[in-house]
């Protein structure tokens, strides 16, 4: 008994840190380039979008990228969504961050959050962690990747926008 009361309350201490967060929050990022940026100046105020939280070193993180970056063209012939991939490399592996956005070639922004303001802003425990927003207001999370999970990012957008 006691251990399906410590499970149940680790589960609902998960559930509601990692749903705390209703809006995107306000931070100041940086461009690939080293540039300031405000979160609020990234993210779709007409339409969605698809945060991700990511590192060079994360193999999943790289991979749901890179699926994403396969249907991105796609998503936007139905709907106006933002795609922006947040880089959590600290100061050790941030140099890695720019060659490997050059060498992938994804076709939306990339940028760095070293200090993990805006990762912590939200509530980001792992990675891939990926958000998604309709304006400002976050209408669902994700931790963790599988292959064809790009796939149901699609089928919630598609599902909110018909509400």
């Known amino acids: 008994m006691l251990k399906k009361?410590?499970?149940?309350?680790?589960?609902f201490s998960f559930h509601f840190n990692?749903?705390?967060?209703?809006?995107?929050?306000?931070?100041?990022?940086?461009?690939?380039?080293?540039?300031?940026?405000?979160?609020s100046e990234i993210i779709n105020d007409e339409g969605f979008s698809i945060i991700s939280f990511w590192a060079t070193w994360c193999i999943p993180c790289v991979n749901e990228l890179d699926a994403i970056n396969d249907?991105?063209?796609?998503?936007?012939?139905?709907f106006s969504i933002k795609v922006v991939a947040i880089s959590t490399?600290?100061?050790?592996?941030?140099?890695?961050v720019r060659p490997m956005v050059s060498?992938?070639?994804w076709g939306f922004d990339v940028y760095s959050d070293y200090n993990q303001e805006f990762k912590r802003s939200l509530n980001v425990s792992g990675i891939p962690h990926t958000i998604v927003a309709y304006g400002s207001k976050i209408i669902h999370r994700r931790i963790g990747y599988s292959p064809g999970?790009?796939?149901d990012l699609f089928k919630i957008i598609s599902?909110?926008?018909?509400?």
């Not at 931070?27 to 300031?36: A, D, M, Q």
């Not at 490399?89 to 941030?94: E, F, G, H, I, V």
């Open 5 to 11: 009361i410590i499970f149940f309350s680790v589960v």
């Open 103 to 105: 060498g992938k070639n």
């Open 71 to 78: 249907v991105y063209d796609s998503w936007n012939e139905n």
């Open 149 to 151: 999970e790009e796939v």
């Open 18 to 39: 990692v749903n705390a967060q209703e809006n995107v929050p306000n931070v100041t990022l940086k461009t690939i380039l080293g540039n300031s940026i405000q979160s």
């Open 89 to 96: 490399d600290d100061a050790r592996s941030k140099k890695r």
């Open 159 to 163: 599902n909110y926008k018909q509400k």
